[in-house]
């Protein structure tokens, strides 16, 4: 399966944030990886993915462009979705079934996708997880807030040199195989 993932990195240049991007990507893919590969929007998707997948997606974006901002909000907004939905079916079966029949194999069909619904609100990386920041998923907006302010709680509110002042806020999308 695919799926467009972002990261928001800190760069100079466009083309700074597309090498930082990809190490971001790296760090999400191959073994032990959530995600199997990845295909940036400035990359040939061979007619199988990024571009010919999806669409024209700007390869990289200031975070506070329109195009920026979309896929930020997209990225959040996708991940909130995904994880209430998760939320809303571990709320029923906790209210409907016992701990035994949750965790007994005798009733897998009936309860054995909780177990991976309790699993991905717990993941800060993979398939439910549309936005990243150094290779971790960004799952609610106060660590949204601290990544586009640069960290500035780490920083400069503790009176320390902020290493990243000087630099952009870019996002770059990929599509990853998963």
Request: proline share 2%; net charge negative.
């Amino acid at each position: 399966m695919h799926m467009v993932i972002r990261t928001i990195v800190y760069a100079r240049t466009k083309e700074d944030a597309l090498q930082e991007a990809e190490n971001d990507f790296n760090r999400l893919t191959g073994e032990n990886a959530p995600f199997d590969y990845y295909t940036m929007f400035n990359q040939d998707g061979m007619g199988m993915s990024g571009s010919d997948r999806w669409g024209k997606l700007s390869p990289a974006a200031k975070v506070g462009s329109k195009n920026g901002k979309i896929l930020v909000d997209e990225g959040l907004q996708f991940t909130k979705e995904g994880l209430l939905e998760d939320l809303k079916v571990v709320r029923e079966t906790l209210n409907k079934a016992t701990d035994e029949e949750i965790l007994e194999s005798k009733r897998w069909k009936e309860y054995g996708m909780v177990k991976y619904r309790f699993n991905c609100l717990g993941q800060y990386t993979g398939s439910s997880i549309y936005l990243y920041h150094e290779g971790e998923g960004v799952t609610c907006k106060d660590h949204l807030k601290d990544i586009l302010s640069k960290w500035k709680c780490l920083y400069e509110d503790k009176g320390l040199d902020n290493p990243y002042k000087d630099l952009g806020v870019w996002v770059v999308p990929a599509d990853v195989h998963f």
